[in-house]
């Protein structure tokens, strides 16, 4: 038994300074041995923390403990990615990551009070957040080539309402009046709920907003939804085309991404991995997961979550200089 402990001993020690940190195989088999925690940087009741708290349901049967939701909004992400990125690297902390956290906050910021590629380990993708363009029910705006012709028959006139010039929302709008051309006047929001009353009382002309925060408006016939920022049509709105259809290679949705504390170990990684993709594999839980918005994207490992990440990365240092964002 000494000997074994040693041999276990000195492997731990070689883990540690080489950068990996598997669980011992005793402790693996008994993960978790008490409640996880899954940070997020959005509010209670929103599209995020609706999808968390819908796996976190799913998780409990599975490990025979709780998935504890700690909400940290604000900041643009900020808070809720330094926590994160603050938290022991045991295995029991998690951070339900998106785009801004991961990717888009590097090109906003001149300096993070954490840094995406080294203070986390992919562990699992989620889901994709495709986001829309919306204008009011009764809008005699039918089509996006009409926004765009009314746009730019008076210059300045025509409202699009947004999240902020430096949100995701507001970069897809951004991004839509320089590749289509149209001259909307680009009016920020603090939330997509208040740019969605303003939309429905008339102030504005037109909303850019994420579907999971829209959908029952457009479902409940409040709103219309005229096109999607993903490159296809979603399955749950066949008769919405995709802005790729009219702008060619336009693909802006937002994603879901699981991470943890660089030093995480191995083993807890792998496990949460294979669960998670097992959950949105379902048909289900991915059906409850489309009701909200998002679109479940199954079979990624952590290996090809981080070259996703990559991507997701030098794709946006290209858009973000195209739409003249700078960071500050």
């Known amino acids: 038994m000494n000997r074994r402990h040693a041999i276990q001993t000195i492997a731990a020690v070689a883990a540690a300074v080489s950068g990996f940190a598997p669980l011992p195989a005793a402790l693996a088999q008994a993960w978790p041995d008490k409640p996880v925690r899954l940070l997020l940087s959005q509010p209670p009741g929103s599209g995020p923390d609706n999808i968390a708290r819908l796996l976190?349901?799913?998780?409990?049967?599975?490990?025979?403990?709780?998935?504890?939701?700690?909400?940290?909004p604000g900041g643009q992400n900020?808070?809720?990615?330094?926590?994160?990125?603050?938290?022991?690297?045991?295995?029991?902390?998690?951070?339900?990551?998106?785009?801004?956290?991961?990717?888009?906050?590097?090109?906003?910021?001149?300096?993070?009070?954490?840094?995406?590629?080294?203070?986390?380990?992919?562990?699992?993708f989620v889901a994709r957040s495709p986001f829309g363009i919306l204008v009011k029910a009764d809008s005699p705006v039918r089509t996006?080539?009409?926004?765009?012709?009314?746009?730019?028959?008076?210059?300045?006139?025509?409202?699009?309402?947004?999240?902020?010039?430096?949100?995701?929302?507001?970069?897809?709008a951004r991004l839509f009046n320089a590749r289509s051309g149209a001259q909307a006047n680009l009016v920020p929001y603090v939330s997509v709920g208040v740019s969605a009353q303003n939309l429905m009382g008339g102030h504005v002309d037109a909303i850019v907003a994420d579907v999971a925060s829209t959908a029952q408006l457009a479902k409940q016939g409040r709103l219309?939804?005229?096109?999607?920022?993903?490159?296809?049509?979603?399955?749950?709105?066949?008769?919405?085309?995709?802005?790729?259809?009219l702008l060619r290679d336009f693909d802006m949705v937002g994603w879901f991404a699981i991470v943890a504390p660089a030093g995480t170990p191995a083993a807890a990684i792998d496990r949460v991995n294979r669960d998670i993709n097992a959950l949105l594999a379902d048909?289900?839980?991915?059906?409850?997961?489309?009701?909200?918005?998002?679109?479940?994207?199954?079979?990624?490992?952590?290996?090809?979550?981080?070259?996703?990440?990559?991507?997701?990365?030098?794709?946006?240092?290209?858009?973000?200089?195209?739409?003249?964002?700078?960071?500050?």
């Open 78 to 124: 900020t808070v809720g990615a330094q926590a994160a990125a603050r938290s022991p690297a045991d295995g029991y902390n998690f951070y339900f990551a998106t785009t801004a956290a991961l990717v888009t906050n590097t090109f906003l910021f001149k300096q993070l009070p954490y840094d995406p590629a080294k203070d986390f380990v992919p562990v699992a």
């Open 56 to 72: 976190s349901e799913r998780l409990y049967p599975r490990w025979g403990q709780a998935v504890v939701i700690e909400n940290k």
């Open 224 to 245: 219309r939804l005229l096109a999607v920022t993903s490159e296809k049509r979603l399955p749950d709105w066949p008769q919405v085309p995709a802005l790729s259809e």
């Open 283 to 328: 048909e289900e839980v991915a059906g409850r997961i489309a009701a909200i918005g998002p679109i479940a994207a199954p079979g990624y490992s952590p290996a090809q979550t981080s070259e996703f990440l990559k991507r997701e990365h030098a794709r946006w240092a290209q858009i973000t200089k195209e739409i003249d964002i700078l960071p500050e």
């Open 144 to 172: 996006v080539e009409e926004l765009i012709a009314k746009s730019k028959a008076a210059p300045g006139t025509f409202t699009l309402g947004n999240e902020g010039p430096r949100t995701f929302g507001g970069m897809i």
